[in-house]
């Protein structure tokens, strides 16, 4: 991936100040190289929906790299992306009901994503979104309860509290499937 810097170079830009251009984007880069598949891959479960995930992943890394001086050496660059994500998928749904037609959710597999159990895939789909969310970061990406609730922007608690409920849920939904 070639990232034209998007900052102006004004009279008496000297060599110091290209290196730092260059060293921006191949942290960025390197970033994205590294963590984009695996936030997708989570995205893809957050939102029931692997067109829009790729969409929303897109959005999330161009907002990444304009924020990359703030994000880089942050603590969790990876979850700020995630959530963002999550959230431009949640708007286009907000836009889709406004518009007066139902978000579609995937019935089956998703492509490229290796689901062992469709039973499971499909009672994750029926979680509300804000539960969805926490169950893939908890076991999919393996974040820890302080790391879900950042990249969320909410406390502990409310972490917490979904995790228990989506995983309450589940439960419910896939005892009802195998029997």
């Avoid at 939102?47 to 969409?55: F, I, K």
């Avoid at 490229?112 to 999919?140: C, E, I, S, T």
Wanted: proline share 6%.
């Amino acid at each position: 991936m070639i990232l034209v810097a998007r900052e102006p170079f004004r009279g008496g830009a000297g060599l110091g100040d290209v290196r730092v251009i260059v060293e921006r984007q191949e942290a960025f880069e390197s970033f994205y190289r590294q963590e984009r598949d695996g936030i997708l891959r989570a995205v893809v479960y957050a939102l029931s929906d692997p067109d829009l995930a790729v969409e929303c992943i897109d959005e999330a890394m161009v907002r990444a790299y304009e924020r990359w001086d703030d994000l880089d050496g942050g603590p969790n660059p990876a979850g700020w992306v995630f959530r963002v994500a999550v959230n431009v998928g949640h708007n286009r749904f907000r836009r889709r009901r406004l518009e007066r037609t139902k978000p579609q959710f995937v019935a089956g597999p998703v492509p490229d994503v290796d689901v062992p159990d469709p039973a499971l895939h499909r009672a994750l789909a029926a979680l509300p979104v804000d539960q969805r969310a926490v169950v893939v970061m908890r076991f999919h990406l393996d974040w820890t309860m302080e790391q879900m609730a950042e990249a969320l922007g909410v406390a502990v608690g409310t972490v917490k509290s979904r995790l228990h409920r989506g995983l309450r849920r589940l439960e419910t939904m896939l005892e009802k499937e195998s029997a």
